[in-house]
């Protein structure tokens, strides 16, 4: 085996979905995500497993910059129980000096048949950073009602901005339940790529 060079995301992300994330397809009770926007589209989680926690992973290939990792790594930080970086060794002494000490490390590799291998060197740890106000965020406006509809708010309680909406929840909700909701609501969404999900006004 060696440390595979030149390949580009589309590369990594095929070869990771199908070889390291392949029992997670298997199940019918997690959701996997490209591109899941975070902070209303401030940041992009590149692949996020959602199951009974939310996990965050990002390519780094010999193409990609790490102009923005810095804040990558907030807005990670902000959402997942456990948050891992996926590097070809352009990257790799660089990127684990810049990660936080509880991010997992997961190489590509390179078989004798050319097949991306993924050799996790180090584990993610659980996060005790997430912002709760930026894990509601995740929810559409009229799943925040919902929310708190089912919590027994009415009326013009419902009808606010959405900044106002997230602060009710996180002001009924603790941690555990409201990343439990958020789950909830993200497995369930049908046919959501299909619409505009990040809204620039707050409305």
């Known amino acids: 085996m060696k440390l595979l060079k030149h390949m ?7 070869a990771f979905h199908t070889s390291f994330l392949q029992k997670e397809h298997e199940d019918s009770a ?29 390519i780094k290939s010999d193409v990609d910059s790490l102009s923005r990792l810095k804040n990558q790594i907030n807005s990670y930080n902000a959402i997942f129980d456990r948050s891992s970086v996926i590097v ?14 509880w991010w997992g490390i997961i190489s590509v590799l390179e078989s004798d048949a050319d097949i991306p291998q993924f050799t996790v060197i180090k584990k993610p740890q659980q996060n005790a950073y997430i912002d709760d ?22 009326g013009s309680q419902i ?10 929840i996180v002001g009924t909700l ?25 809204m620039s006004g707050d409305d």
């Open 30 to 58: 997690t959701l996997i995500l490209d591109e899941l926007g975070l902070e209303h589209g401030k940041c992009r989680a590149d692949i996020a497993v959602i199951n009974g926690h939310m996990d965050g992973f990002e």
């Open 88 to 101: 070809t060794i352009r990257h790799l002494n660089e990127i684990m000096r810049m990660i936080p000490d």
């Open 174 to 198: 603790s941690s555990c339940e409201l990343r439990r909701t958020v789950r909830e609501y993200l497995k369930k969404r049908r046919g959501w790529r299909h619409r505009e999900q990040l």
């Open 159 to 168: 009808r606010q901005k959405r900044s106002v909406l997230y602060g009710y």
């Open 133 to 154: 106000s930026l894990v509601a965020q995740l929810l559409w406006r009229e799943e925040a009602q919902e929310v708190l509809f089912n919590l027994g708010m009415r």
């Open 8 to 14: 580009n995301d589309p590369q990594i992300r095929k």
